[in-house]
């Protein structure tokens, strides 16, 4: 079945630091991949998205792209905010088979940014 | 638009008590998921959904029922809670399609005592 490869946190950056959050998958077919975001206290709210290969996602100067060749879909950012802090999560949307539609989450990366 | 709605939002029980934690969207997606949280587990899926009137088994069934009411509802019931049952639930909805994501709901964090 689907996975989903997260890299370890927690992550902690200061302010306008360069931000990379590894992210690789396995998967039967060619499945959409995506990055949520969770707030503390909140539900997880989409990041962003690519559904092809080479695609690249795009959203709040963060940015993923759809690596099939390497099966990743590493999660940047050029200037981190102290509103950044969250927690990050990649995923994979199953494309076929019984597993049809069924997301697969990592495990989460804890990003802490200091003034 | 209210998006996916779960209620309620936190909720304590006994160990053996029943309860039914509830969720609704107003997207007309077609398919609803229940997935649990726990720390260092990720989101784990629970039961789903594809489309009215289907339910489907998913990762960690054990313990729990669902019921897809009509399109916009799907509940999640404990029959006999646990202490492991202490979690926060979240349910999902989406649109069927390969590049539609799910929409999430706030959440409900349950703890068993």
């Known amino acids: 079945g689907n996975s989903v490869t997260q890299m370890e946190g927690p992550v902690t950056l200061s302010e306008e630091a360069f931000l990379t959050i590894n992210c690789t998958y396995t998967a039967t077919g060619y499945p959409s991949l995506f990055w949520y975001v969770q707030y503390p206290g909140e539900g997880l709210q989409l990041l962003l998205k690519?559904?092809?290969?080479?695609d690249k996602g795009s959203n709040k100067g963060f940015e993923a792209t759809y690596r099939k060749e390497t099966t990743s879909f590493h999660l940047e950012k050029g200037s981190v905010q102290v509103s950044d802090s969250a927690v990050y999560f990649c995923?994979?949307?199953?494309?076929?088979?019984?597993?049809?539609?069924?997301?697969?989450f990592g495990q989460g990366t804890i990003l802490t940014v200091h003034p | 638009n209210a998006g996916v709605t779960q209620t309620p939002k936190f909720q304590v029980l006994k160990t053996g008590q029943s309860m039914t934690l509830q969720c609704a969207q107003d997207m007309n997606h077609n398919s609803m998921y229940w997935y649990r949280q726990d720390p260092g587990m990720g989101l784990r899926l629970i039961y789903y959904?594809?489309?009215?009137?289907?339910?489907d088994k998913g990762e960690v069934p054990n313990g729990y029922n669902v019921s897809r009411l009509n399109k916009r509802e799907f509940s999640l019931r404990l029959e006999s809670a646990a202490p492991s049952q202490t979690s926060v639930y979240f349910c999902?909805?989406?649109?069927?399609?390969?590049?539609?994501?799910?929409?999430f709901g706030s959440g409900t964090r349950l703890t068993v005592v």
């Open positions: 690519a559904t092809k290969a080479d």
């Open positions: 959904s594809a489309s009215e009137g289907t339910t």
């Open positions: 995923a994979n949307l199953n494309a076929g088979g019984t597993s049809y539609g069924k997301l697969t």
């Open positions: 999902a909805s989406r649109l069927t399609g390969i590049t539609y994501g799910y929409t």
